[in-house]
């Protein structure tokens, strides 16, 4: 599974951003996706998660409010939409994909993901 990450930019702080997160793969639905980042010096945190329906969400608590993380199973397609962007918020942004499990849960470990995409810069000036 290749997963194409776009839609990063540089945005004033109290800005709005949209990610998208394509999947070339026909079996979509069967993935629990995610998205996490990573600032200069830090090391990568969860960010947002989705289930593969789309029925569950789960957020870090300092996005909580202000992003939304979605998904069209028939697009193939995964989104976070940013909203009041601030200053810490700048970072590469990644999706990823976990393959499979029994219930349709989230998955916010970044261990149990399998595939994850190249990631899209987001920088959001003060």
């Known amino acids: 599974v290749q997963l194409q990450a776009s839609g990063g930019g540089l945005v004033q702080a109290g800005g709005s951003l949209r990610l998208s997160c394509a999947a070339s793969?026909?079996?979509?639905?069967?993935?629990?996706m995610g998205w996490f980042r990573q600032a200069p010096g830090n090391e990568r945190e969860f960010v947002a998660a989705?289930?593969?329906?789309?029925?569950?969400?789960s957020y870090a608590d300092s996005v909580k409010g202000r992003f939304t993380i979605s998904r069209d199973n028939a697009k193939n397609t995964m989104y976070l939409q940013m909203n009041s962007l601030k200053p810490e918020d700048t970072a590469v942004y990644h999706c990823?994909?976990?393959?499979?499990?029994?219930?349709?849960?989230?998955?916010?470990?970044?261990?149990?993901?399998?595939?994850w995409g190249q990631g899209t810069q987001v920088t959001v000036s003060s």
């Open positions: 990823a994909a976990s393959y499979g499990g029994m219930w349709d849960t989230v998955v916010t470990r970044q261990s149990s993901y399998d595939y």
């Open positions: 793969t026909r079996t979509f639905s069967s993935y629990a």
């Open positions: 989705v289930s593969r329906s789309g029925a569950s969400t």
